[in-house]
């Protein structure tokens, strides 16, 4: 997560970056190639970053998913150990006991 919240700090760092090139850009009287180079190569570091952010998100949703897949597979384990084969009624209603 702190490797998640760092790159989105330098993503919108980067953002920033990239905005203030492009005005310079546009605000300009007359073309400069320079700033033309600044401009895209601002753009690029940008849209890298973004990409590591977006891939960093999907694998934090994956975890979250095979974790809660996880708990429940643990929970009908442990329903089926304690309980054996009763009743979904009754099984939920000590489940909400035993963990609640």
């Known amino acids: 997560m702190k490797e998640y919240q760092a790159l989105q700090k330098k993503l919108h760092s980067r953002r920033l970056d990239y905005d203030s090139?492009?005005?310079?850009?546009q605000k300009a009287k007359k073309e400069k190639p320079?700033?033309?180079?600044?401009?895209?190569?601002?753009?690029a570091k940008y849209e890298e970053t973004?990409?590591?952010v977006?891939?960093?998100?999907?694998?934090?949703?994956?975890?979250q998913a095979s974790e809660k897949?996880?708990?429940g597979e643990r929970r009908n384990l442990?329903?089926?150990?304690?309980l054996g084969p009763t009743t979904p009624l009754?099984?939920?209603?000590?489940?909400s006991r035993a963990l609640g």
Do not use: F, P
């Open 34 to 43: 320079e700033w033309e180079e600044e401009m895209q190569s601002a753009k």
């Open 69 to 71: 897949t996880s708990i």
């Open 21 to 25: 090139k492009l005005a310079k850009v």
């Open 50 to 52: 973004r990409e590591h």
């Open 54 to 63: 977006l891939g960093i998100m999907a694998a934090i949703h994956e975890t």
């Open 90 to 95: 009754l099984t939920s209603i000590y489940l």
């Open 78 to 82: 442990l329903q089926g150990a304690i």
